[in-house]
């Protein structure tokens, strides 16, 4: 089970164990914490990872075919099945997403004196029993030792561990958002004129959804123009649909401009997640998916509807509505009501023409309310602070 490889790593002070389920959301999320772990000066971080091929698409520095790595100054170790026979576990080892850490990498951490503190890093989830599990405790045996492992949950209150996110993100992306000459670059980088005083941009990273469709079609018949920022990937066949450009799905490419109606469908290429956050901060209004981007979204302090992954049985319903209950609490009623049926009819491939109709109705207090949203969740800290925080109490 073991190779020996003479790397003369550093000692570690964190190890994260990533597996790639499918899409981005894993790597996003532990590739953050990564980053953020080691810029706030909370020491070296190795990050294990068994899918370079999908994390480079985020991160172009990287070169799946080594090994190991280094880039921004995170160790990147390729997890297969061999582990390096140098290995020795770092002072908090996180199990991403409960990822099931290799037996031989656990037999080391318990060979250890003091033991590593073993953190299972949990999915987002808003709902309210996330409270009652965050920071528990579960014993598992090793040999005839036990190790504890420590439910650590992302979350909305201050009961949960919060959510990532870096610190400076908010001034800069407060700088970003003031900076007309700034802004106006920035579309020209993509191609873009700069913005009209009555034109809406909207950037779009969601599943496939028949929502999409009529989604689109009205944007095409709006009376005012829309530009959609829609990096390629799973959504692209929907919106060509939506917009009667059914021809131009089989060549689609990034860097394509395509017109219908008063839509303007620019097509991007997936960039870092440095370039994703900018793309945001710079829309009136972004649908995002999954985990990492819809955290984002909330950092932009803009209008986001989200898509969530859905699981069976109809499970991410619950999980919108958990959501749902929490962000639109200090909205006014029709608003909120109007936000979670839309919600619902994106996420469950319904028309949404009427409820796109009543946006020039609800767009201000949305507005609004996604700059007091971000700051709201922030009041209890982020979710490396709250981290090391927990940590300190247990090591
Ligand atoms: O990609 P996702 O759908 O990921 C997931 C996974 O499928 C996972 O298994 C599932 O459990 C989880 O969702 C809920 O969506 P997410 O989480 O938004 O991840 C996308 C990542 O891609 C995020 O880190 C942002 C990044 N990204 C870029 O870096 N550049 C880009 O251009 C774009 C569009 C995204």
């Known amino acids: 089970m073991t190779t020996s490889s003479p790397r003369n790593l550093p000692p570690f002070d964190w190890d994260i164990f990533c597996c790639v389920v499918d899409n981005f959301g894993d790597i996003g999320v532990t590739w953050r914490l990564a980053r953020q772990l080691e810029q706030e000066g909370h020491g070296k971080v190795r990050l294990w990872v068994d899918d370079l091929a999908s994390f480079a698409r985020i991160c172009p520095g990287l070169d799946p075919a080594q090994d190991g790595q280094w880039v921004a100054g995170i160790y990147i170790q390729l ?39 073993w953190i299972n890093l949990e999915y987002l989830s808003a709902e309210s029993w996330v409270e009652d599990c965050h920071g528990l405790a579960s014993p598992q045996r090793v040999g ?14 201050a009961k949960t561990g919060g959510l990532l996110c870096e610190r400076g993100l908010i001034a800069e992306r407060d700088q970003w958002q003031q900076d007309k000459a700034g802004l106006a670059a920035y579309w020209a980088s993509l191609g873009l004129p700069a913005q009209q005083e009555n034109e809406l941009r909207v950037s779009l990273f969601t599943y496939e959804s028949d929502a999409l469709v009529s989604l689109v079609a009205s944007w095409c018949q709006s009376p005012t123009p829309v530009t959609l920022l829609l990096p390629l990937g799973r959504s692209l066949q929907d919106v060509l649909r939506g917009a009667g450009l059914e021809q131009a799905i089989a060549t689609a490419k990034a860097g394509d401009l395509l017109h219908s109606g008063n839509l303007t469908i620019k097509l991007l290429p997936m960039t870092d997640q440095a370039g994703y956050d900018r793309l945001l901060w710079s829309c009136d209004l972004n649908l995002v998916r999954g985990e990492d981007s819809f955290v984002r979204a909330q950092w932009a302090s803009r209008p986001f509807l989200w898509h969530i992954y859905p699981q069976e049985e109809q499970a991410h319903m619950v999980k919108l509505d958990g959501f749902l209950d929490h962000y639109l609490a200090d909205l006014p009623p029709d608003t909120a009501q109007w936000l979670r049926a839309f919600s619902h009819a994106l996420n469950q491939g319904e028309q949404t023409c009427e409820l796109w109709a009543q946006w020039p109705r609800y767009n201000a207090s949305w507005q609004q309310h996604g700059r007091s949203w971000s700051q709201k969740l922030l009041t209890d800290g982020d979710l490396v602070t709250r981290l090391v925080k927990f940590l300190e109490s247990r090591i």
């Open 79 to 117: 997890w297969h099945d061999t582990l390096p026979a140098d290995v020795t576990p770092a002072t908090v080892v996180i199990e991403a997403f409960a990822c099931k850490l290799p037996a031989p990498f656990i037999d080391r951490m318990a060979g250890l004196t003091p033991s590593p503190c």
């Open 144 to 157: 005839n030792l036990s190790l504890n492992k420590y439910f650590f949950f992302p979350g909305f209150t």
